[in-house]
């Protein structure tokens, strides 16, 4: 079976292993040497009998002429999450696709899990105040609003990070709800959450509120001035999501009054201008998108991938299929 890695060079060393790449040698005939970057550099020869196509970042778009010129494309395994690179036709012509974005949930709840930990404890403000001040912090009369023991966290969409966050959630004394247009009350009670309709309501409830829902163009700004006003004092908004789902102009405002806190992954855009005010507000914890997978977490994808390639050589479904 002929197969062809279509990323970014520079990834691949990243991403797989020195096994992976052995693996992946054993199963199909590939060379894991050369990395396709654009598929107008391969002969009509060269793509006929591709039958699969590992990608990643980087990957060039297979749109309709691409996909017609490899006749013999069966799957694609891509170590990426979305597949806004592939034409929606694949669904048509057979072709079986798999995603890592499971495996790139996983760090990304991780960290969400751990804010959400920190925030509750107010830990980043109380570090700063000791840092500034270099003094004596009585925690029973200061911080006496503190505490994960009890605190109500919303979770909104219920997308692969957003239910992981939640099953992880489920080993914390926390109250847990959900705002997902599509969820079923019976569905967020699997995952140890009560569905609230309303976005506003589901603000006014939470001590925390963490964003995971997709970025599309009907969910942007979504966590309005609005929904923004309606949490609580001293409430936390953490987003590892997108920048452009929260309105970040009135996110500033309500900053700006002391009112609330943040913690921001993402912000829009990504990277933000030098000087900009979120940079140095004081009731913003601000990181350059590190929840998503990094470092040794990029080797999750590679063999998640490698692992999707495995089974589709053994004529088992994908593990973790997508349909674009």
């Not at 976005?199 to 963490?210: G, Q």
């Not at 970025?215 to 700004?221: K, Y």
């Not at 102009?249 to 201008?273: H, K």
């Not at 994808?301 to 390639?309: F, K, M, R």
Request: a negative charge; proline letters at 6%.
């Amino acid at each position: 079976m002929k197969a062809l890695m279509a990323m970014a060079g520079s990834a691949v060393p990243l991403v797989f292993s020195n096994e992976a790449l052995r693996r992946l040698a054993g199963m199909v005939e590939v060379d894991t040497d050369r990395i396709v970057t654009s598929f107008d550099e391969m002969t009509p020869a060269d793509r006929a009998d591709v039958e699969l196509l590992v990608t990643g970042w980087g990957v060039p778009s297979l749109g309709v002429a691409e996909l017609d010129a490899l006749p013999s494309l069966r799957a694609i395994v891509h170590w990426g999450g979305g597949v806004a690179f592939l034409d929606p036709s694949v669904a048509h012509r057979g072709i079986a696709v798999s995603s890592a974005r499971a495996a790139n949930a996983i760090p990304v709840a991780e960290f969400t899990v751990a804010m959400v930990v920190l925030a509750a404890k107010d830990a980043f403000w109380v570090a700063r105040t000791y840092a500034a001040e270099q003094r004596f912090i009585d925690r029973e009369r200061e911080l006496a609003h503190t505490g994960l023991y009890r605190a109500t966290v919303g979770i909104v969409g219920a997308s692969s990070i957003g239910t992981l966050v939640m099953e992880m959630l489920k080993h914390y004394d926390v109250e847990v709800l959900l705002h997902h247009p599509r969820a079923t009350p019976e569905r967020a009670a699997q995952l140890g959450a009560e569905l609230v309709d309303d976005l506003e309501e589901l603000a006014r409830r939470s001590s925390i509120l963490s964003v995971h829902t997709p970025d599309i163009p009907q969910l942007r700004g979504m966590i309005s001035r609005e929904v923004l006003a309606a949490l609580p004092e001293n409430a936390t908004l953490i987003n590892t999501a997108r920048g452009r789902l929260v309105d970040q102009d009135a996110l500033i405002a309500e900053l700006a009054s002391g009112r609330i806190r943040a913690i921001l992954d993402v912000t829009e855009p990504d990277v933000l201008p030098a000087g900009h005010p979120l940079y140095t507000m004081p009731n913003v914890f601000l990181t350059p998108h590190l929840a998503g997978s990094m470092g040794s977490e990029l080797r999750r994808l590679g063999d998640s991938a490698t692992d999707e390639v495995a089974r589709f050589v053994a004529g088992e479904p994908f593990a973790h299929p997508i349909t674009p």
